[in-house]
């Protein structure tokens, strides 16, 4: 056979392969998710002696300290409401064995309340290793849609748990 019947067959193959099918867990997200971002990372230890898994850290309330540990990270989720302003949520994520799991969600008020237009949600940590627990991220909100430049938010989590939901003061 020669070069060119055989790059013929070779291009005919992919071409009519099958394509790869999309993923079913896609198909759970919401399309009305405009941003999610996940970063930070939280760490809480259980009490010595009890079994089962240390009970989750409520957000404003710093863990306990003693030896059986849990971890995970947190997500912000920024959903558009139909008049196009967003609610934006933030949860806390457990690390686990079969794969993550939500251990609280909350609406962030703060945002709710000024009925925004989200036009970004960014973390601090590009390279995704977060050195220290917490979270920091910045959301970019318009109060109308027509404004040129948006207004920035802060999410602030601090090694404690504490949460913060402020507008930054530049």
């Avoid at 970063?39 to 003693?66: N, V, Y």
């Avoid at 960014?122 to 920091?136: C, K, S, V």
Wanted: with cysteine.
């Amino acid at each position: 056979m020669s070069k060119h019947v055989l790059i013929g067959l070779g291009l005919l193959l992919c071409l009519t392969a099958p394509l790869p099918s999309l993923a079913d867990d896609i198909d759970a997200l919401p399309v009305s998710v405009i941003f999610a971002v996940s970063s930070g990372f939280w760490e809480e230890t259980g009490e010595l002696g009890l079994p089962g898994p240390a009970p989750a850290p409520a957000l404003g309330k710093a863990a306990p300290t003693t030896s059986t540990a849990r971890r995970g990270y947190y997500k912000v989720v920024a959903v558009r409401q139909a008049d196009r302003t967003a609610k934006v949520y933030l949860q806390q994520i457990a690390s686990t064995e079969t794969g993550p799991t939500v251990v609280t969600s909350v609406e962030l008020e703060e945002f709710t309340a000024i009925k925004p237009y989200i036009t970004d949600i960014r973390t601090d940590n590009a390279n995704g290793i977060a050195r220290q627990p917490g979270l920091f991220a910045t959301v970019l909100v318009k109060s109308d849609p027509n404004v040129i430049e948006p207004d920035t938010w802060t999410i602030l989590i601090d090694d404690l748990g504490d949460l913060r939901v402020e507008r930054a003061s530049n």
